[in-house]
C-alpha cells in the first residue's frame, strides 16, 4: 500500500491516487518547486520569476496612466498630434512611432530564430541574429531618444509642464517610456555581451563565468530571449495606450 492510501486509511478520508492528505500533504504541495525546477536552468527559471516581478510594475505604471487620464478635467494632448513627423512639408502622424514598434516587432523574430539556431549549435547563425537583434534594439532607443528630444526641446512639454493640454502627460509619459526604454537600453547591452559569447564558442566549452551556462548549451540565448520578448509585449501595451487612445 503506498504513502497516499495509507494516508487516507489513517484521516478515514478517500484520496485521490498519489495525493497525500493532512498537514503534510499540505508541506508536499508547497515544496513541489523543487519538482517543477529541477530540470530547468537557474537562469531560465530566475528570468520568469523577474519577468512576473517586472509585470506588476509595468501594469502599475499603465494602470496609473489610464487612472490619471480618465480621471482628468483638462484636454488630454491628441497624440496624432504631438507626435507627428514633418516629411516632405507634409504632417504624417505617429510616423516615427510606427517605425519604432515595427524594427522591436522583428527583432522579437530574430531573437526567436537565434534561439532556435542556438539550440542548434549553429554558432554563426546565432550570433549574426543575436547581433542583427542588438542593432533593432539599439536603433529603437536612438529613435527615442529623438523623440524625447523633439519633445523637449522643439514642442516645450515637459513632466510638469505640457503646451498640448493636460501638464499630467508628460509626466506619465516621460516616466513610462522612460522606464521601457531603461529596459531596452539594459537589453541591448546585455545581447551584445551573449553576441560576443556565441562568437568565441563559449557556450560550446561551456566556459566557466558570468553567463555562460552549461557545455554544450545555449540556456542563456534563451534566457535573455525571453527578456526580450517580454520588453517587446509591454511596448505592445504602451503603443496602444499612449498613442493609439
Known amino acids: 500500500m503506498n504513502t497516499a492510501t495509507e494516508t487516507a486509511n489513517a484521516d478515514g478520508n478517500d484520496m485521490v491516487p498519489g495525493v497525500t492528505g493532512g498537514a503534510r500533504g499540505i508541506v508536499a504541495d508547497w515544496s513541489s518547486d523543487q519538482v517543477a525546477f529541477r530540470s530547468a536552468p537557474w537562469g531560465k527559471a530566475m528570468m520568469w520569476i523577474f519577468l512576473l516581478s517586472d509585470t506588476f510594475i509595468f501594469s502599475i505604471f499603465l494602470i496609473g496612466y489610464m487612472t490619471a487620464r480618465m480621471s482628468n478635467t483638462m484636454d488630454w494632448p491628441n497624440p496624432s498630434e504631438v507626435f507627428a513627423l514633418t516629411v516632405f512639408g507634409e504632417s ?15 527583432s522579437s523574430g530574430t531573437m526567436a530564430m537565434a534561439v532556435k539556431f542556438g ?36 514642442e516645450g512639454v515637459r513632466p510638469w509642464y505640457n503646451p498640448f493640454g493636460s501638464p499630467q502627460f508628460g509626466a506619465v509619459f516621460f516616466m513610462v517610456t522612460g522606464f521601457h526604454g531603461t529596459h531596452v537600453t539594459i537589453g541591448v547591452i546585455f545581447l551584445f555581451i551573449i553576441a560576443n559569447k556565441v562568437r568565441k564558442g563559449e ?40 498613442y493609439l487612445w
Not at 92 to 100: D, K, N, R
Request: with cysteine; glycine share 8%.
Open 92 to 106: 504624417v502622424p505617429l510616423l516615427l512611432i510606427a517605425i519604432m514598434t515595427f524594427i522591436l516587432i522583428t
Open 119 to 154: 539550440y542548434e549549435e549553429n554558432k554563426k547563425v546565432c550570433f549574426r541574429l543575436i547581433f542583427v537583434t542588438a542593432l533593432l534594439g539599439a536603433s529603437f532607443v536612438g529613435m527615442q531618444a529623438f523623440e524625447w528630444s523633439k519633445l523637449i526641446i522643439d
Open 203 to 242: 557556450f560550446d566549452r561551456g566556459d566557466p563565468g558570468f553567463m555562460t551556462g552549461r557545455k554544450g548549451r545555449y540556456e542563456m540565448v534563451e534566457t535573455i530571449g525571453l527578456y526580450w520578448h517580454f520588453v517587446d509585449l509591454v511596448w505592445v501595451f504602451i503603443f496602444a495606450l499612449f
